[in-house]
């Protein structure tokens, strides 16, 4: 199973501040597909591809007061190309896009004290997790995505970003 990750960095912030920037991005997303397309979200596809935009916290305000209606930055946004039961599933599969804003990342790392290439790690992982179906709307469900977010983050020496 192979993920395509399609990367578009708006904001030169990003390779200041991460000059590995997309490798990580790349590597976030590929561990987030292999973990999270298992069991009841398992697709039948052997490969993926997903869109990255890393932008400014200006473009991502725009893009949550468009599709959220919420009028301010988020620190990631997921768009599934999936939202329908029904909608075919073809090979290589679109899993979506994913929008990630510089400033609202970057204060929140600086906030948990954790390393910006980790908190980054944290949203793609979070944001393909997203794309492939899971998600946090209930408490049983959000249980079981952070606990594959915690497994993913660990299998590559981050540590827990849920613990207090």
Do not use: C
């Not at 069991?39 to 200006?58: I, M, N, Q, Y």
């Not at 979070?126 to 977010?149: C, K, N, S």
């Amino acid at each position: 199973m192979t993920l395509k990750v399609a990367l578009r960095v708006d904001a030169a912030a990003w390779k200041n501040e991460l000059p590995d920037v997309r490798k990580l991005v790349k590597t976030a997303a590929s561990a987030a597909w292999l973990a999270g397309n298992t069991g009841d979200f398992k697709l039948p596809v052997r490969s993926a591809e997903v869109s990255v935009l890393l932008a400014d916290d200006a473009a991502i305000h725009a893009l949550n007061k468009t599709y959220r209606g919420i009028d301010r930055p988020t620190n990631v946004l997921s768009f599934a190309a999936l939202d329908d039961a029904d909608e075919p599933i073809v090979d290589p599969l679109l899993l979506g896009d994913i929008a990630v804003a510089f400033e609202t990342t970057k204060r929140e790392a600086e906030e948990q004290k954790i390393s910006m290439a980790d908190h980054l790690f944290h949203l793609i992982v979070h944001g393909v997790l997203h794309l492939i179906g899971y998600d946090h709307m209930t408490d049983a469900d959000a249980a079981e995505m952070e606990a594959l977010e915690i497994e993913i983050l660990a299998r590559n020496g981050m540590e827990n970003p849920y613990d207090s």
